[in-house]
T-cell receptor, first 112, second 116 residues
Framework: SQKIEQNSEALNIQEGKTATLTCNYT??????LQWYRQDPGRGPVFLLL?????KEKRKERLKVTFDTTLKQSLFHITASQPADSATYLC???????????FGSGTKLNVKP | DTGVSQNPRHKITKRGQNVTFRCDPI?????LYWYRQTLGQGPEFLTY????????KSRLLSDRFSAERPKGSFSTLEIQRTEQGDSAMYLC??????????????FGPGTRLTVL
């Protein structure tokens, strides 16, 4: 069965630095990969989607890369702010959008 | 539109009781998903509807779980004979197969179930 790995340990960085989060997967070939942000007690919020034939996607301070050979996605937040502190989830999706597999998330702490 | 809504937000029940949760998706969204999330874990896929048709169902979903989406609008998730292991946050998400934000899942706030 598919396995998705995200760093279980929290990532602590200083405000203004770039945060890099990793999502590795095995036993699956997703059509696309999504990143979500989740705050305590709330549902996830969509951030970015990248397709299997795309290498990189950007949106404001966010950047996602997708390497289907390494089976890995990297999620970057540049010029991080304390408001970016949250848990970030990656999700793998199938071609027909009939199901998604989520990682367990990485908690990001941005310190002022 | 105010987004995806879920009711109730919290539910406490005794083991063996049946519970039903409701999800109201964004009105123009034809896709609807149910997930279960426990502390420290990501959402776990339960089932998927496209309009009123249930097209995918996780093998993890035992026969105590059933979901419906009559007329392709709101959806309900029922758990029969609840067990303590069913305690979790149940999340609903909807998305559209067209438009500028297609494939983006919009999540509701979730229903937190506690089985005593």
């Amino acid at each position: 069965s598919q396995k998705i790995e995200q760093n279980s340990e929290a990532l602590n960085i200083q405000e203004g630095k770039t945060a890099t989060l990793t999502c590795n997967y095995t036993n699956y070939s997703p059509a696309y990969l999504q990143w979500y942000r989740q705050d305590p007690g709330r549902g996830p919020v969509f951030l970015l989607l990248i397709r299997e034939n795309e290498k990189e996607k950007r949106k404001e301070r966010l950047k996602v890369t997708f390497d289907t050979t390494l089976k890995q996605s990297l999620f970057h937040i540049t010029a991080s702010q304390p408001a970016d502190s949250a848990t970030y989830l990656c999700a793998l999706g199938a071609y027909n959008f009939n199901k998604f597999y989520f990682g367990s998330g990485t908690k990001l702490n941005v310190k002022p | 539109d105010t987004g995806v809504s879920q009711n109730p937000r919290h539910k406490i029940t005794k083991r063996g009781q049946n519970v039903t949760f409701r999800c109201d998706p964004i009105s123009e969204h034809n896709r609807l998903y149910w997930y279960r999330q426990t502390l420290g874990q990501g959402p776990e896929f339960l089932t998927y509807f496209q309009n009123e048709a249930q097209l995918e169902k996780s093998r993890l979903l035992s026969d105590r779980f059933s979901a419906e989406r009559p007329k392709g609008s709101f959806s309900t998730l029922e758990i029969q004979r609840t067990e303590q292991g069913d305690s979790a946050m149940y999340l609903c998400a909807s998305s559209s197969s067209s438009g500028g934000s297609y494939n983006e899942q919009f999540f509701g706030p979730g229903t937190r179930l506690t089985v005593l």
